[in-house]
């Protein structure tokens, strides 16, 4: 039912208030910042009122829709995570144009069941190519006309623990890839017309677990080890990608610090290491004037902005205790917490 009222709310937004050239194409808009330009948008919805039409949606997926021309997509799964889906939409009437099952997978996560979905990346698309991505049950390129499979890859591994969420971006020819697992951490760049490795980078922070469980005031720290072992190595965070002073930067949040890179080569320009209790990072960063704003993570968590004049070594400018989605608008700062 969410995923029906989702795509619902997002038909609507395009059927009435389309901006020409503007596509709600990838996870948080088409700048991935959650903005748009639509101007006198519906903000009142009942099963009857403003409603275009209905179109329920099999299984089960926290993905978020995508647009592109009279095209909706997004990814569902079966509860069980044994099979997982590509769904598009017609945009004006409703109606199902393709059902594509995208991948089997043999062994799919099972810990922490109400914790997530096995289709919670949300894809992107461009013209005549939809991007779905499965974290470590895999990645595929669709033709979006035909629902043919361009490529896919299902080589780049790692456990999310509580399955995936880390939603695909494209820029410059390359789609990128975040990896944040309790085993290993890495993000890669691929050629988005054929799905080769550009660039892979691996990450991780050394710290030790148990004494940021002992400065959290967690009592039993062996029985939490035991039953989460590298907790503290797992993020969710989907990236994005910025222009300072000339120079294209890809900002990564991961666990327990965020990262910037060269787009194009994945050369790490600097890295600034998260406070507390710094993992599960679900958020995606925004920029503004100089700033870049980012969650941390779980417990106590933090709103950092780093003004990053000094590429090698920025420095966080303040912090807050407050998380979730974030969105800068008319030089105000809104959060949800």
Same mark, same amino acid.
């Given at each position: 039912m969410k995923k029906l009222v989702l795509v619902l709310v997002i038909c609507c937004f395009f059927l009435a208030t389309y901006v020409e050239g503007e596509y709600w194409n990838q996870f948080r808009g088409p700048n991935g910042d959650g903005k748009s330009d639509a101007q006198n948008l519906l903000i009142q919805f009942t099963e009857s009122q403003n409603v275009r039409w209905k179109t329920p949606i099999h299984d089960q997926g926290w993905s978020s829709p995508v647009v592109w021309g009279n095209q909706v997509w997004l990814t569902t799964a079966r509860e069980d995570g044994i099979e997982l889906f590509a769904v598009c939409i017609d945009l004006e009437n409703g109606k199902v144009v393709h059902d594509i099952k995208v991948f089997d997978v043999a062994e799919p996560q099972s810990e922490y069941p109400d914790l997530n979905s096995h289709a919670s990346p949300t894809p992107v698309v461009e013209e005549g190519r939809i991007y779905v991505h499965f974290g470590t049950y895999?990645?595929?390129?669709?033709?979006?006309?035909?629902?043919?499979?361009?490529?896919?890859?299902?080589?780049?591994?790692?456990?999310?623990?509580?399955?995936?969420?880390?939603?695909?971006?494209?820029?410059?020819?390359?789609?990128?890839?975040?990896?944040?697992?309790?085993?290993? @951490?890495?993000? =890669? !760049?691929?050629?988005?017309?054929?799905?080769?490795?550009?660039?892979? $980078? +691996?990450?991780?922070? %050394?710290?030790?677990?148990? @004494?940021?469980? =002992? !400065?959290?005031?967690?009592?039993?720290?062996?029985?939490?080890?035991? $039953? +989460?072992?590298?907790? %503290?190595?797992?993020?969710?965070?989907?990236?994005?990608?910025?222009?300072?002073?000339?120079?294209?930067?890809?900002?990564?949040?991961?666990?327990?610090a965020t990262f910037s890179y060269v787009p194009q080569t994945g050369e790490e320009l600097w890295r600034v290491r998260h406070q507390g209790w710094g993992w599960n990072v679900a958020c995606r960063p925004i920029y503004d004037n100089g700033l870049v704003f980012f969650s941390t993570g779980v417990a106590k968590i933090y709103w950092l902005s780093i003004h990053r004049a000094e590429v090698i070594l920025p420095r966080p400018m303040w912090f807050g205790a407050i998380g979730g989605v974030v969105l800068k608008f008319h030089h105000h700062l809104y959060i949800t917490i």
């Open positions: 895999g990645t595929a390129c669709l033709d979006t006309q035909t629902g043919k499979k361009l490529w896919e890859r299902r080589d780049l591994n790692c456990d999310h623990r509580i399955r995936p969420a880390s939603s695909p971006i494209i820029d410059d020819g390359l789609l990128f890839l975040v990896f944040d697992g309790v085993d290993v @951490q890495f993000i =890669a !760049a691929l050629k988005k017309e054929s799905g080769q490795t550009r660039w892979l $980078e +691996k990450r991780q922070v %050394n710290n030790d677990l148990a @004494q940021v469980l =002992a !400065a959290g005031g967690v009592k039993d720290i062996e029985k939490t080890l035991k $039953e +989460k072992p590298n907790d %503290n190595r797992k993020s969710y965070a989907t990236p994005t990608i910025v222009e300072h002073n000339g120079q294209k930067q890809l900002i990564s949040p991961a666990a327990e």
